[in-house]
T-cell receptor, first 115, second 112 residues
Framework: GAVVSQHPSRVICKSGTSVKIECRSL??????MFWYRQFPKKSLMLMAT?????????EQGVEKDKFLINHASLTLSTLTVTSAHPEDSSFYIC???????????FGSGTQLSVL | EDKVVQSPLSLVVHEGDTVTLNCSYE??????LLWYKQEKKAPTFLFML????IEKKSGRLSSILDKKELFSILNITATQTGDSAIYLC????????????FGKGTLLTVNP
């Protein structure tokens, strides 16, 4: 099956710093990538949808200036958490979709801890 | 606003029991319904359903979709401790603006 690589898997940072998370599709072209946030034992909450070469579409309540998403190529999307605060601590997970295929393939997630 | 509602939110059973997980939805421009299993990290794909009344089966797991009543069920027979996980239901909707909306999940715990 299709492989989506996400890294880092875990990051600990100080409050006020920025953190970049990468999501790569390794064996297919990801026309659309999705970024989710997940709290312990809770479901995935969609943060934003990014299409290659265009601006990301953010869900209501998600600050686009705080969570910067770039989808510059068909195999790479990045999420940058700017000026991170402790309340941004969470599990972030990306997923990718290729063309007309409706099944999403997930990265392994990034556990962000902001001190 | 698209909605996906799963029930129960959590369930504790003994090995060998059969469980039924429920997922109902209200979305605009329905495309498909998907079930995922999440243990520790990334959700793993179980089923994708697009047509009503056609059961999909994989080993002890099976699922069916009812597009008239807007729900799906996931059955697990002869449960094992390895089935313990969060089971996520997601609905794909939209045209060019396709997105996948997840329910809150069902936390299944299978005790020996």
């Amino acid at each position: 099956g299709a492989v989506v690589s996400q890294h880092p898997s875990r990051v600990i940072c100080k409050s006020g710093t920025s953190v970049k998370i990468e999501c790569r599709s390794l064996d297919f072209q990801a026309t659309t990538m999705f970024w989710y946030r997940q709290f312990p034992k809770k479901s995935l909450m969609l943060m934003a949808t990014s299409n290659e070469g265009s601006k990301a579409t953010y869900e209501q309540g998600v600050e686009k200036d705080k969570f910067l998403i770039n989808h510059a190529s068909l195999t790479l999307s990045t999420l940058t958490v700017t000026s991170a605060h402790p309340e941004d601590s969470s599990f972030y997970i990306c997923s990718a979709r290729s063309g007309g295929i409706e099944k999403l393939f997930f990265g392994s997630g990034t556990q962000l801890s902001v001190l | 606003e698209d909605k996906v509602v799963q029930s129960p939110l959590s369930l504790v059973v003994h090995e060998g029991d059969t469980v039924t997980l429920n997922c109902s939805y209200e979305v605009t421009n329905f495309r498909s319904l998907l079930w995922y299993k999440q243990e520790k990290k990334a959700p793993t794909f179980l089923f994708m359903l697009t047509s009503s009344g056609i059961e999909k089966k994989s080993g002890r797991l099976s699922s069916i979709l009812d597009k008239k009543e807007l729900f799906s069920i996931l059955n697990i027979t002869a449960t094992q401790t390895g089935d313990s996980a969060i089971y996520l239901c997601a609905v794909g909707s939209g045209g060019s603006n396709y997105k996948l909306t997840f329910g809150k999940g069902t936390l299944l715990t299978v005790n020996p």
